[in-house]
Antibody, heavy 121, light 112 residues
Framework: EVQLVQSGAEVKKPGDSLKISCKGSGFSFTTYWIGWVRQMPGKGLEWMGIIYPADSDTKYSPSFQGQVTISADKSINTAYLQWSSLKASDTAMYYC??????????????WGQGTLVTVSS | DIAMTQSPLSLPVTPGEPASISCRSSQSLVHASGYKYLDWYLQKPGQSPQLLIYLGSNRASGVPDRFSGSGSGTDFTLKISRVEAEDVGVYYCMQALQTPYTFGQGTNLEIK
């Protein structure tokens, strides 16, 4: 069974650093992309970026480039999203999702349960 | 970036009645291969998004056949032939033609 299990909710202060995780199981982690999607409170979905764990090739949305870092450790089937200095505006639910990216199919077919990040002084 | 525009943003529907959601992109989503890189997702209340339709018209595994996707170029449509109570939630289209992939604003389907 394909699963993406994300790390638990976080409560942080502005200026703190943070790294959240997404562990994949039930599939070959190095043959899919893993993406991150932000959902601010009461708002829609925003595509942040995507990584190919086999070689760490990463693509960012211009809106998030320089604001976050996406990485992966293929030895433990885990992708990460990290911030060096959180802002209150980073408060959101963050989802990871598996991206099936062949010519014949490009889609997020499995999603994690989400990680709620709250940034407040 | 490719902009995605959905309409309506709110959709009250009586159970058993059909529903339709439109998604328009700022440029064609048809790849040189002929594939249409447009997906539909449903986010039920309190849940993660789930894939409904990929490549514009292909239902994902386990998705009831009352859901159908159509369209080409810049205009796409998600149709529900007979809405059921379990269909409530926010529907999003997403283009996967080029990064950054982009979502529509979402359409909130509610039961009348």
């Amino acid at each position: 069974e394909v699963q993406l299990v994300q790390s638990g909710a976080e409560v942080k202060k502005p200026g703190d650093s943070l790294k959240i995780s997404c562990k994949g199981s039930g599939f070959s982690f190095t043959t899919y992309w893993i993406g991150w999607v932000r959902q601010m409170p009461g708002k829609g979905l925003e595509w942040m970026g995507i990584i190919y764990p086999a070689d760490s090739d990463t693509k960012y949305s211009p809106s998030f480039q320089g604001q976050v870092t996406i990485s992966a450790d293929k030895s433990i089937n885990t992708a990460y999203l990290q911030w060096s200095s959180l802002k209150a505006s980073d408060t959101a639910m963050y989802y990871c999702a598996r991206f099936y990216g062949s010519v014949a199919t490009k889609t997020f077919d499995y999603w994690g349960q989400g990680t709620l990040v709250t940034v407040s002084s | 970036d490719i902009a995605m525009t959905q309409s309506p943003l709110s959709l009250p529907v009586t159970p058993g009645e059909p529903a339709s959601i439109s998604c328009r992109s700022s440029q064609s989503l048809v790849h040189a291969s002929g594939y249409k890189y447009l997906d539909w997702y449903l986010q039920k209340p309190g849940q993660s998004p789930q894939l409904l339709i990929y490549l514009g018209s292909n239902r994902a595994s386990g998705v009831p056949d009352r859901f159908s996707g159509s369209g080409s170029g810049t205009d796409f449509t998600l149709k529900i032939s007979r809405v059921e109570a379990e269909d409530v939630g926010v529907y999003y289209c997403m283009q996967a033609l080029q990064t950054p992939y982009t979502f529509g604003q979402g359409t909130n389907l509610e039961i009348k």
